[in-house]
């Protein structure tokens, strides 16, 4: 069983930052996307940014030029670099990644953006 833990949510003001990671249980050399998405209240959960084995990236339009996903294969994690925050990125964050088509998620880490 995988298991993916988040970290590194809290409260910020509007311009602030934070970094989220993503610590996952086994080795994440071999896999090839890993992502973020999120979830605020009322609202389905979206696509936040994902990136591939070989590093390339995809960004919600939302997202592109503030956020930056990265990935660090010797420590079993993936980054999420979050600049400039606006209060309607306010969501609770989960990474989530593909195992041969069986996709795993994590518990989610709270992001509040206060104006």
């Known amino acids: 069983q995988v298991q993916l833990v988040e970290s590194g949510g809290g409260s910020v003001q509007a311009g602030e930052s934070l970094r989220l990671s993503c610590a996952v249980s086994?080795?994440?050399?071999?896999?090839?996307?890993m992502g973020w998405y999120r979830q605020a209240p009322g609202k389905q959960r979206e696509l936040v940014a994902v990136?591939?084995?070989?590093?390339?990236?995809n960004y919600a339009d939302s997202v592109k030029g503030r956020f930056t996903i990265s990935r660090d294969n010797a420590k079993n994690t993936v980054i999420l670099q979050m600049n400039s925050l606006k209060p309607e990125d306010t969501a609770v964050y989960y990474c989530?990644?593909?195992?041969?088509?069986?996709?795993?998620w994590g518990r989610g880490t709270q992001v509040t953006v206060s104006s």
């Open positions: 086994r080795s994440i050399f071999s896999i090839n996307t």
């Open positions: 989530r990644l593909v195992i041969q088509m069986v996709y795993y």
């Open positions: 990136i591939s084995s070989s590093g390339s990236t």
